[in-house]
């Protein structure tokens, strides 16, 4: 059974950095993409970025040239780095999985950006 666990949330202040990752266990550490979504209050989740297993990366117009998304197979993990953040980049973090059609989420982390 698939199961992936986010880490790496917190407060910071506007301006600052935060990398998430996400934790791939109970397979082996394959997919046809991985991603990240977030979730403010009030509001639905919304896509942030996605790497493809070969490698190919791409993000959402609100983070692009702040967030880098990167793989490490040999750690089943995969993770977000955010830099320049800001109040509005504040959210629950998700990562998902998606092999063969289906898709699997974290439980979610919690990044808050302070003013």
């Known amino acids: 059974q698939v199961q992936l666990v986010e880490s790496g949330g917190g407060l910071v202040q506007a301006g600052g950095s935060l990398k998430l990752s996400c934790g791939a266990s109970g397979n082996t550490f394959s997919f046809d993409a991985m991603d990240w979504h977030r979730q403010a209050p009030g509001h639905e989740r919304t896509f942030v970025a996605i790497?493809?297993?070969?490698?190919?990366?791409n993000y959402a117009d609100a983070v692009k040239g702040r967030f880098t998304v990167s793989l490490d197979s040999a750690k089943s993990t995969m993770y977000l780095q955010m830099t320049d953040l800001k109040p509005d980049d504040t959210a629950v973090y998700y990562c998902r999985k998606i092999l063969h059609g289906r898709a699997y989420w974290g439980q979610g982390t919690q990044v808050t950006v302070s003013s």
């Open positions: 790497i493809t297993s070969g490698g190919r990366a």
